[in-house]
């Protein structure tokens, strides 16, 4: 494990007291949000209240089951970047960071493929998984004669970096796949929806995601399903057997209530065989990289480089 971006510390600390003093006068998210809020986050860019920029680089398609996917192609591809956007499986949307996605494409030189996969409430488990299982089957059968590669990567962030281990398990028990993706990089993500200690201990503090807004995520993912339901591996990746997975990068700042679930999955990933490199940011709370911070930038340059170099 390393910490890193300690230098930062003042920065990225000043940053938490500003958002909590500012989520003060913002009603607290429920366990069950309102259509209405909703609808907000799901037209406003993730953490923000304007909506995303959108690029003329983003190429929307439909793929077989068809499960949409934007589509973002540099001038040099060396690898197909299979990508599953966060949003507690309730919002966010594939072309809701196209400036981050296409800044990583050209950096790492990836064809990136972000799957538009179906939301909770509206389409709860198992439709989620099931579109970002489909996308990474298509992708398999079809990027070398869609890009001219068949070196496959595989990430997200918070609920993407969910269901980017939920994918690459159902790759390997559901079809026999392995090895066809080389990485995978996770961001913040909660790999025990039955949930760590970090996340019961975190309380109500007004940060990006707390305790009860943890838990109203799963509750709309996994309506009527209890602790012990949600620990079944299917669901909660932290109980499955990780055999036969690729290297990964795995990320997560000290003030993020899913703290325990990073560091949790790195040691059961590595004891399963697969390299890890798992990287504490200080200070940093669930989701910083929405924010325009350095600890933001480094982030992304790192991203890049180990995308660039798996």
């Not at 993500?189 to 975190?202: A, E, K």
């Not at 309380?203 to 602790?227: A, I, Q």
């Amino acid at each position: 494990m390393t910490i890193t971006d300690e230098d930062c510390l003042p920065e990225t600390l000043g940053f938490n007291e500003q958002f909590e003093a500012a989520a003060a006068s913002r009603p607290a998210r429920g366990q069950a949000p309102s259509a209405a809020t909703l609808a907000l986050l799901r037209h406003n860019r993730l953490g923000g209240d304007t909506p995303p920029v959108r690029l003329p680089h983003g190429q929307n398609r439909v793929v077989e089951g068809a499960v949409k996917v934007r589509v973002f192609v540099p001038d040099h591809v060396d690898g197909v970047y299979l990508h599953i956007h966060g949003g507690g499986w309730a919002f966010g949307s594939s072309d809701g960071q196209d400036e981050r996605l296409w800044r990583l494409a050209v950096q790492a030189r990836l064809a990136v493929v972000s799957v538009d996969y179906r939301l909770a409430p509206e389409h709860p488990f198992p439709a989620g998984p099931d579109d970002c299982e489909a996308a990474a089957r298509w992708l398999v059968k079809h990027a070398p004669a869609e890009f001219g590669t068949d070196r496959l990567l595989i990430g997200g962030e918070s609920a993407g970096a969910h269901l980017g281990v939920v994918t690459l398990l159902r790759l390997r028990d559901r079809h026999g796949i392995t090895g066809a993706f080389r990485a995978a990089h996770l961001l913040f993500g909660p790999y025990d929806l039955s949930m760590t200690p970090s996340q019961r201990r975190f309380g109500s503090r007004r940060l990006l995601s707390n305790t009860d807004t943890l838990r109203g995520g799963y509750e709309l993912f996994t309506p009527g399903m209890g602790e012990e339901q949600r620990r079944s591996p299917e669901i909660s990746p932290l109980f499955a057997d990780l055999a036969w997975l690729p290297p990964a990068r795995i990320v997560v700042g000290t003030e993020d209530p899913l703290l325990d679930d990073s560091l949790f999955l790195a040691a059961r990933w590595q004891a399963a065989g697969a390299p890890v490199q798992l990287d504490v940011v200080a200070g940093a709370m669930h989701d910083f990289t929405l924010f325009p911070l350095t600890i933001t930038e480094r982030e992304l340059r790192r991203e890049g480089d180990f995308l660039a170099s798996a």
